[in-house]
């Protein structure tokens, strides 16, 4: 339970937590931005529309009866005082402005008039622009009080005794801002506050809740390679297309069973080992016990023996350091193949002369044993492409069992016949034939028939070599036979084309 805890090391869930409290606090500040920048932009525009008659009002209202301006042409400054100081005391937040036709502040009360101050202007585009749509469009204007600045304001046209010009009123002033700014701040402290407490509650159950999704498929992959590891070698990952982890599972799966092959196989080089060297040792003990047997006579009886004897014990000893070399070559051999190191040469050549030679080295031994032994069809000439002393040793191990295993009298044909791309090669014999129920398994090593008619002749390499070539050749080999009939060892080559 303890180890399960530990499927996420604890720095990579300090990892993980940073990156949520990094996400979800930038997910915070973008959202109060967003949402503060448009709710200032909605105030801005509500305000706009609702203040839009506002110097429309100023003009209809005040200038009916008196004139903005004095005779000699100056701004009358008493109407301007009395009326601006009354509409700002009502709202503090703005800002009333008189402006020639050109945009030139000719007179406010927030600003200093006096003979060294300078001259200022607002751009008229936003003001004729706000005229032009009656107010309805959303449009900001120039703040002199702060140059730069752009503000929502409320602007009116009047011509009165030909003179022309604006009032111009800025909704936002120097008060409104003043107010505003310091409401904002407290506003975004408490905000800030909130958005800390809400984004470290947040974190922790998205952090909480997703390690445990992360972990789901990791605990359910990390018990099942525990379960490997502590010796179950059948646990594998279920339904593995179904994971959110579905690579990793599938590795392990697959991981688990390349192991397992590779156990299984290392366990069948293993047993095959212990069986050869069980084998080799039974096979090589007689001969040799024999030969000691054998030599020891000799040398202790030497003088009492007569030559008929000796020779006679000698023939016995050199038989069996025969068998003892011919036992040693088969195992090099076969072992030879079995660990992958004989990689065939393939050439084209006349399997019926290969045939013909082998018939010709055979030939004593069949005259000895009264067997007839012929090549079938001899005047083809066949052509196959193949490793040549590699066909000729299975050959040869096929011509010498069947020689082996067919009494006095028998025969044993070879035939080699084309047929469409292949060459099929027939050793048979008239021997003793192998029982149905061995037949499977000749071709494995060791295996021997045991028979009471025929003693044990070999140390059941021979078809087991056979294989291997036919293996290398991607070939097989086929085998017919019938008790005390006879037995048909068939393979096929690819024919070579001239
Ligand atoms: P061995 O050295 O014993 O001949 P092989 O691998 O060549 O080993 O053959 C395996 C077994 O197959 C033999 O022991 C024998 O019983 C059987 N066998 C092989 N060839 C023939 C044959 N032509 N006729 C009858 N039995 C055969």
Not at 261 to 274: E, I, P, Q, T
């Amino acid at each position: 339970m303890s180890n399960q805890q530990k499927t996420l090391t604890p720095r990579l869930v300090k990892k993980l937590w940073l990156v949520f409290v990094f996400l979800i606090l930038l997910m915070g500040v973008s959202y109060i931005v967003i949402t503060g920048y448009f709710a200032n932009k909605y105030y801005q525009e509500t305000t706009q529309r609702l203040n839009a008659e506002l110097a429309n009002h100023v003009i209809e209202e005040k200038f009916q009866s008196a004139s903005p301006f004095l005779e000699d042409g100056s701004v009358n400054k008493a109407l301007f005082g009395d009326l601006m100081h009354d509409m700002m005391a009502v709202n503090r937040g703005i800002e009333v402005y008189l402006l020639n036709k050109t945009g030139q502040i000719l007179y406010s009360v927030v600003l200093d008039h006096g003979d060294n101050a300078p001259e200022q202007s607002v751009s008229l585009a936003p003001i004729t622009s706000f005229i032009q749509n009656d107010g309805k469009d959303f449009v900001l204007g120039d703040d002199p009080r702060n140059p730069g600045e752009q503000k929502i304001f409320s602007a009116a046209q009047f011509n009165i005794d030909g003179r022309e010009g604006y009032i111009y009123i800025v909704l936002e002033g120097v008060e409104f801002q003043l107010v505003s700014s310091n409401l904002l701040g407290q506003y975004f402290a408490k905000l800030g506050i909130r958005a800390v407490i809400l984004t470290t509650f947040f974190t922790a159950l998205v952090g909480l809740l997703s390690i445990w999704f992360l972990t789901k498929n990791l605990r359910l992959i990390t018990g099942t390679i525990r379960r490997f590891q502590e010796g179950d070698l059948e646990a594998r990952v279920e339904n593995p297309e179904k994971s959110d982890i579905e690579v990793f599972a599938k590795s392990f799966n697959d991981m688990a069973d390349t192991i397992v092959g590779n156990l299984d196989k290392m366990k069948s080089v293993d047993l095959l080992r212990r069986e050869l060297i069980a084998n080799v040792s039974h096979d090589l003990r007689t001969p040799l016990a024999v030969l000691k047997g054998y030599i020891e006579t000799l040398q202790m009886k030497r003088d009492s023996l007569t030559e008929n004897e000796k020779q006679e014990y000698l023939k016995i000893t050199h038989g069996n350091v025969n068998k003892l070399s011919k036992l040693i070559d088969q195992l090099f051999e076969y072992s030879k193949l079995e660990a992958e190191q004989v990689t065939p040469i393939k050439e084209p050549f006349s399997i019926t002369e290969l045939s013909h030679d082998l018939i010709a080295k055979f030939k004593v031994l069949a005259d000895q044993k009264k067997i007839d032994l012929h090549l079938e069809n001899p005047k083809e000439n066949s052509m196959v492409f193949a490793d040549v002393s590699l066909v000729e040793r299975a050959l040869q191990n096929l011509i010498e069992n069947a020689l082996k295993y067919t009494p006095a009298n028998g025969k044993v044909t070879l035939s080699i016949q084309r047929k469409d791309k292949n060459v099929e090669i027939n050793i048979t014999d008239t021997g003793n034939g192998i029982p149905i129920n061995e037949q499977p398994f000749i071709f494995d090593r060791y295996k021997q028939v045991v028979n009471k008619d025929t003693k044990k002749q070999g140390y059941g390499l021979g078809l087991a070599i056979v294989k291997k070539i036919m293996d290398l050749h991607d070939t097989t080999i086929t085998v017919l036979s019938k008790p005390r009939e006879g037995s048909s060892f068939i393979f096929n080559l690819p024919a070579y084309q001239i």
